[in-house]
Structures are given as C-alpha cells and as structure tokens.
C-alpha cells in the first residue's frame, strides 16, 4: 500500500488545500493529512480546531472519505517513518514556493531516504490563495466564500471576532 502525507499548519484549510488532498489521492492508495502542532508560525486557529475544520471536510466530501485527518507533533519525516508512508506531499503556487519547498525536500530526504516528496502544482484557479491572505482578507471584512469552504469562513470570521472583542 502507498501512503503519502500531507502536512501542514492549515490555519485554516482553503479549496487550495483540499484540491491537493483530491490529487493526491488519486495518486496514492492512502493518504493522511497531517496537521503539525509544532510550528514556527503563529496559528489564529488551536491545533484541534484546525483538525475539526478538516474532519468536517472529510466527512461532507465523498472524494475525501478515504483520507484520514490526524495532528502530529515533532518532524514530519518522523511521522512518515511511524505511518509507513513513502511520500510527502506539498503543493507549490509559485516559483516563491519553490526554494523554501526545495530546501525541505532535500533535509527531509536526508532524514528519510526512504520518504519521497512530490510536489503538486496548485491549479490556477488557487494559485494566490494562501491561509494568510484568506486571514488577512478576513480581518478586513473582505469576501472569502470563492476560497474557503462555507463551515472555514463561519469559523474564521467567528475567531476574528471574539480577537477582536479581546483587544
């Protein structure tokens, strides 16, 4: 059986992420999405409400009930090695994210000869959207529904709310 994760913070999940997840599922016999708690981001969303926002994405999408949503903490090569995958997958937009994608491909390799990274260009339809600018856009009032799913912009516009009430 091939197995590939796909990690990543999703803070929060956008139809660029999920067109990734439906790619890479045609590709591979199991895939798990791998959301990491140990990152040098600083999230909007708690690790379990980034991993609820999957699993409801799961659940409501057929092409998506066979891919397992799960968290992880510490290397994601390390990950790979305990759930016998032999991939990792990213998705690339631009050719910005090319060079930092390049680097972790070649350190986890290192890690892990036995884990290969394939990469998966976003289709153009996504290839601008990024959690960060979907949060920004947010914060802003801005549209959001064409890049998110309906339950991500509830709760995203929910959280910038209740930030807001905090300051």
Excluded: C
């Excluded at 591979?28 to 990491?36: G, H, T």
């Amino acid at each position: 059986m091939r197995t590939a994760i796909y990690p990543g913070t999703f803070d929060p999940v956008t139809y660029g992420h999920i067109d990734i997840v439906h790619r890479a599922a045609e590709l591979f016999d199991k895939v798990i999405i791998a959301i990491a708690n140990d990152t040098n981001k600083e999230t909007l969303f708690t690790l379990e409400e980034r991993l609820a926002l999957w699993q409801y994405e799961a659940e409501r999408d057929e092409k998506l009930r066979d891919v397992t949503v799960t968290t992880f903490t510490g290397l994601t090569v390390e990950f790979a090695r305990q759930n016998q995958a032999t991939a990792l997958i990213r998705g690339l937009r631009a050719l910005t994210d090319f060079e930092y994608e390049f680097q972790l491909a070649l350190m986890n390799k290192k890690m892990n000869p036995g884990v290969e990274t394939v990469f998966l260009i976003t289709r153009s339809d996504y290839s601008f959207i990024s959690s960060s600018i979907i949060k920004t856009v947010a914060k802003l009032d801005g549209p959001i529904r064409d890049f998110v799913p309906e339950n991500v912009e509830k709760a995203l516009r929910k959280k910038l709310k209740q930030k807001k009430s905090e300051v």
